[in-house]
């Protein structure tokens, strides 16, 4: 079982930035692939961003250039940089592991970029 916990969503206006945080209940290097999904209002979930344990990283194109995610594996936390943030942006930001071939997903954190 792998709890993770994300953190650091808030109300930031048009241009600014956010980090959100992942914490996981485990060692982050045996996760295979980790991953931010949100989700808006009256939308489907959708994939932001990933990174695989071999160092791999992609970007749905909406946010491409603007985010960037990483891994402290020493903090067992996986990071989402959010800048140049825009109202489309607003959602509940989600993480998810990837571990023994089953998916985790943390509760969640709520962004709002509005002015």
């Known amino acids: 079982q792998v709890q993770l916990v994300e953190s650091g969503g808030g109300l930031v206006q048009p241009g600014g930035s956010l980090r959100l945080s992942c914490k996981a209940s485990i060692n982050i290097f045996s996760i295979n692939a980790v991953a931010w999904y949100r989700q808006a209002p009256g939308k489907q979930r959708e994939l932001v961003a990933t990174s695989t344990a071999g160092g791999a990283t992609n970007y749905a194109d909406s946010v491409k250039g603007r985010f960037t995610i990483s891994r402290d594996n020493a903090k067992n936390t996986v990071y989402l940089q959010m800048n140049s943030l825009e109202p489309e942006d607003t959602a509940v930001y989600y993480c998810?592991?990837?571990?023994?071939?089953?998916?985790?997903w943390g509760q969640g954190t709520q962004v709002t970029v509005s002015s």
């Open positions: 998810n592991a990837i571990w023994l071939a089953r998916s985790f």
